[in-house]
């Protein structure tokens, strides 16, 4: 080989070899980030390491008409004033997308289903099981729906221009982490996206049930057990709108003669005392995959104190709804003036508006109204091609309806989605289950897939002046139903606000199999009839997702309503208020006093009156007899009594249901309570396992020798405190624990009003009090910035563990420029 | 020296403007142009742009107190973000050096015609 050719391979080699590493390190491999580009400290995640704080500038903003100020204050809370709700919707996307730009795409993404466009195949199965849900054609529904207002619509496409400006400024080495974690840019903005992230809170919020499991517990027990056992209000509830607040009329309201006039002759059949689904068995749930089932979640708070109960005689209002917590955080705070509007709360990343705040003459908040809307029918199909289902005494056409998912890599894959008047049939047979509640060939019926225009009424509600214009502001919001607290500087208010089918009692609550239009749903309760109270003599309202109203209210809301624990409690904090502050309101929200525990602890402790007990088992006892109640993160006592409490509800349900959590659902919490006060020898707390006959005190003594065994083995030999049993984090949205808090230690528990509970609690403190100018405090678990790269990514979580409120800077005028400002980004318009 | 001067200052200016790979643009030209031994040829250029991606990776390591590093360590269950330093040094450096030998080689191919 002569020495030319020896020259050309080596170099022949060497490019290939250059060509070869440059190609491996600019790829994914699997789920690292493609080396060279994430190392790159030019493009790579070195550039999203924060290292000056951003200062005051001028941009010029393609898409803006007039100019519009965003004052940053020490928090990064941007407060937007514009002359004109274009631009103060258009800034408000800027600012959002400044700082939370990844946390809207991936949202939005799983709102719509493509999520593995970016993310790759293994999350087919979730984008499946949202876009056969229908997600994403009823956002593209919802969407024209809110198009056909103006102010929504003015709102969507500002909103999207501003967002796109902020994208048309960023580099590949200005992206957020997490797309250069995921190795994909992002795309433009666009109203549907916003849409995407609404029916995201509507699943989140509406689609909760537990049908299928209460229909396999119906079906294994039969009727009797489960009307004893699954009663549909649960024991013990102590409404939030009982009859004698809720006859309070409305002032605005003169087109129906008050709630108290509704009678069940003069509406559709609806009204029975007996529980519907325990009359009806339902069809067979056998075969459906196990999924864990719906556990009660921690709920949220609100109330409204009317002034005669506060030290200013003004209203105070305070809401704390408790999510599952994530970093970036659920809210983004911002204050927003343009035109008639100057409001102050938390948005939602990527949607448009305020969703809890206040302005100048009102405020809100809201807790999830928890009604059934939600339900699944099992359909008997003609043949196997699935072309036609039975309803009414006819054969109806299936729609059959082609969706194309595009996956990372190339890969397409074309479904075919099934559907019905009822809606749509998620899981075909023979198929693997995409949802533990819809069994294959069921449909679904569910009011997030009617168009709506819910972001209507955030908008609405920031120039609310009076309980009027909010009750007219909120009217377009039909899911998921919410309990609004209301305030203005004289007056409180609640409603309960949502669109809720006209069902029978109890119908819906477990899988229906009645294939006829009287299971339809063709009429809703009229607006005017949904609860609601203003200026009730007592001088508050409150709300912890317990029912809604009680039993004289003719319409069935559902009963999936949480057990009155914090309901309780914020009722009996609520009865105590006089000479109210925001600083007292504030401390209603850090509640640690457990009324499960005041209500289930003396029950307990009953049992273990003169019987021998271990020398730990005594000592637990010592100090149960002892303690208040609150849970403090670092007592024993919280923790002895959660273990206690636990492994007795265990021990009573376990052998019944042979321990399967899976398939069944197990009696509530406070039926178990119920039933240890009521019937303690019933049959339901004999061991069917075991020879002997044992009564409730028996496993109430076996439940102690294994809680403080429990207890003693998690606290090395002492009792363990609270924070070991029940550590608190907040997580990152992609679970990558090194961008998530890691393990923090916090009072509280779920039953709490100060609901923490693992990465589930209190998502947005606020309490407001509305003199001459708003008085506001608030705090969530998180920070500004969607940055883990910045200090303002995690930096109200300190603040937000140990229950300090931050002061809400509210700005009445554009030209103040108080000291707690720290920057002013201008955005140039192009008229 | 030179070799190791370009290398830096090319690597550094262009990074800020150019694909991750631009080192390897870098050590291309450099071995393209000076006709140097294998090992000086890709030593000066390696590091000259192991400097450049190690110095402002330091830098963000430094002026970011370690927060996003330690995150990102932890994440490749790595001690520090300092070791982050480390692998941004080396991928600079080594894209340079396959770059320069690459270089090097077609020169050697175009001289031997």
Redesign the interface.
Known sequence: MTQPVRMAIGAAWRLALLWLWIGLLGHKLGPVPPPGKFFSPFQGFWRNAEIRSPKGHDVSASGLLNSVSLKYDHRGVPHVFSDDLQGMFFAQGYATARDRLWQMDIQSRAGLGRLSEVMGSDLLRFDLSRRRLGMASSAQADLEEMQKDSLTNVALMAYAAGVNAWIATLKRADYPLEFKLLDYAPEPWTPLKSVALLKNLQWTLSKGTDDVALTRTLEKFGSEFFSELFPLRNPGAEPILPSEIFSVRAPFDTATSGPLSVRADSDPPLRTTNDYSASHPPPGAGGISPFPPPQPGSGSDNFAIAGTRTASGHPILGNDPHLDLSLPSIWYEVQLQGGAINGYGVSVPGLPGIVIGFNSHAAWGVTNGMDDVFDVYKLRFQNDSLTHYWWNGRWRETKFVLDTISMRGGKTVIDTQLWTHLGPVPVKSGEQSLDANVPALHAVQWIALQPSNEIGAFLRMLSAKDYGDFRTAIRSLHCPSQNFVFIDSGDIALTHQGRIPVKRFGQGRTVLRENDSDFDWSTYIPDSLLPSAYNPARGWLSSANQEVTDSSYPYYLGSGFYPSERAGRLHRLMEATNGADISSAWEVMLNNQSLRAEQSLPLLLGCMDSVSMSPNAQEAVKLLRHWDGRYHATEAEPALFDLWWKRFYTKVWDDDFEGDTLHYAWPSHPVTRALLASNPNSDWFDDIRTPRREKACDLVRGALEEAVQSSLQTGNGSFTAWNQVHPLSIPHLLRLAPLGTGKLSGDGCAECLNAQRGSHGPSWRMAVELGKTPVASGGYPGGQSGNPGSPDYDAFVTNWLTGKPYRLLFLMRPDEQPDSIAYTLTLKGSK | MILFLLAFIASLLG??A?????P?IVG?ALGLWKPEPRSVLFSATSCGAALA?GG??A???I??HG?????????FSLPSGWW?VL??TA??G??AG??A??GR??R??Y???
């Open positions: 990074g800020f150019s694909p991750w790979w631009w390897a291309l991606w402002v990776a830098f963000y390591q002026g970011n927060l996003l590093g330690g995150r990102i360590a932890e994440l982050l692998i941004s991928l600079g080594v894209t396959i770059g030998e690459a080689y077609l050697l191919a001289n031997a015609k």
